[in-house]
């Protein structure tokens, strides 16, 4: 099965004072098991870690520039 990549920069809706939470959790409603979900950002998301780890998402920072960072969150297998 094809892994899916979906990739979403909210660096212009916080510098625009539009908080993203809403457009990140729209977005991750797509993201099945294995599945990878990019979130670039101004700052390291730390609140969002939480969030969607208890979704299954594993992650992965990385600051790619000031005022730049890249986190890959991958969807986990979860037994239901």
Do not use: C, Y
Not at 16 to 34: G, S, T
Not at 54 to 59: D, E, I, N, R, V
């Amino acid at each position: 099965m094809q892994q899916k990549i979906i990739e979403l920069d909210v660096r212009e809706d916080l510098k625009n004072k539009i908080e993203p939470f809403q457009k990140i959790m729209e977005a991750i409603k797509e993201v099945k098991n294995n599945d990878i979900f990019i979130l670039h950002a101004p700052f390291k998301p730390v609140p969002l870690f939480a969030v969607l780890k208890a979704k299954g998402f594993s992650h992965e920072a990385k600051e790619i520039e000031a005022k730049h960072w890249k986190v890959t969150f991958t969807k986990n297998e979860k037994s239901e």
